[in-house]
């Protein structure tokens, strides 16, 4: 028997296996073993890209604020006025820093790199033409997201993410582990999102004091504040050219950083809210509870429009 220009003998050529296969399919489906729908499987990717994007957006407005309060603290003692003199005698230049240290700053920059990879690898692992090994990344980046949640606040999330859920015995059984690989884990890591949601709105709160929203907002009042009481002085005395350039610039960087504020920093405690509200949302769906695609799309819109912002104002 000549089986040179026949077909490999795959699985999908043995006699029977193709009823065999989608008995199989129809038999699993009975029983409620399946996969993600396609709602779920859109609404996950794109709350994961959003997640990613506002991540990547908390990195990002954390070093440029903290570098904008340093450079107006810097301006507000150096400007050529009798005001900004008396500051930089008080010892003012030496204290640019303060209630920026590193390590606070570091707490939002490390959740934000946590959500970033959080979110990017979900969208992953529910897209269709992903591999397994997305699945193990996605647990991966699960637990590194608690891990810099619990180190940031210092807050006992509760977590136990355990091992990986994964298992490829068909092709049948393959979305659906999957879904369960996602909803196990959205499960498993939902107090520590809660837990980063919550210091994050306390560290973007406009009403509380020692937030870094209210640190940068007073900062960039009290430059604006020194820039108007010399303004007589500004436009009477006789400045030297450098002089004048390093009230211009003053001038530029007030009136940057009050947009800023307006339109991105004060933008993320309800960004940190919606964030939430998806996530428990894509949770709730996963799990048979109600479905309303509102948070995500609301969350997914505000985090586009804000991060656009960013890029254009910074």
Do not use: W
Not at 27 to 36: A, D, E, K, P, T
Not at 206 to 220: F, G, K
């Amino acid at each position: 028997m000549n089986c040179r220009n026949q077909p490999p003998r795959t699985a999908t050529h043995i006699p029977g296996f193709g009823p065999l296969l989608f008995s199989a399919v129809l038999l699993l489906s009975g029983c409620g073993v399946v996969g993600l729908g396609t709602r779920q499987r859109a609404d996950a990717i794109r709350f994961g890209k959003s997640l990613s994007l506002y991540g990547q957006l908390l990195t990002a407005e954390t070093t440029f604020v903290r570098a904008q309060v340093k450079e107006m603290r810097e301006l507000s003692v150096s400007l050529p006025d009798p005001a900004s003199l008396r500051l930089f005698n008080q010892g003012a230049y030496t204290r640019l820093g303060d209630g920026l240290d590193e390590e606070r700053c570091e707490h939002v920059v490390q959740i934000g790199g946590a959500m970033d990879n959080f979110g990017d690898s979900l969208a992953k692992v529910a897209d269709l033409i992903t591999s397994s090994v997305d699945e193990h990344l996605f647990r991966s980046a699960a637990n590194n997201f608690v891990l810099s949640v619990v180190h940031a606040t210092q807050a006992a999330a509760g977590v136990s993410l355990g091992v990986s859920a994964v298992n490829l015995f068909t092709f049948a059984l393959t979305d659906f582990y999957r879904k369960r690989t996602v909803t196990q884990t959205l499960i498993s890591s939902e107090q520590a999102a809660k837990t980063a949601s919550a210091y994050l709105a306390h560290e973007f709160d406009a009403r509380d004091e020692t937030s870094l929203l209210s640190l940068y907002a007073d900062t960039t009042a009290r430059l604006g504040d020194l820039l108007e009481a010399g303004k007589t002085r500004f436009e009477t005395a006789a400045l030297t050219a450098p002089e004048r350039q390093m009230v211009t610039q003053a001038q530029r960087v007030a009136a940057r950083n009050r947009v800023h504020i307006r339109y991105v920093t004060s933008q993320l405690a309800a960004l940190s809210a919606q964030a939430l509200l998806a996530y428990e949302n894509l949770v709730s769906d996963l799990t048979g509870g109600n479905v309303d695609p509102a948070p995500i799309d609301s969350f997914s819109d505000h985090v586009f429009k804000t991060r656009l912002a960013f890029m254009t104002l910074s």
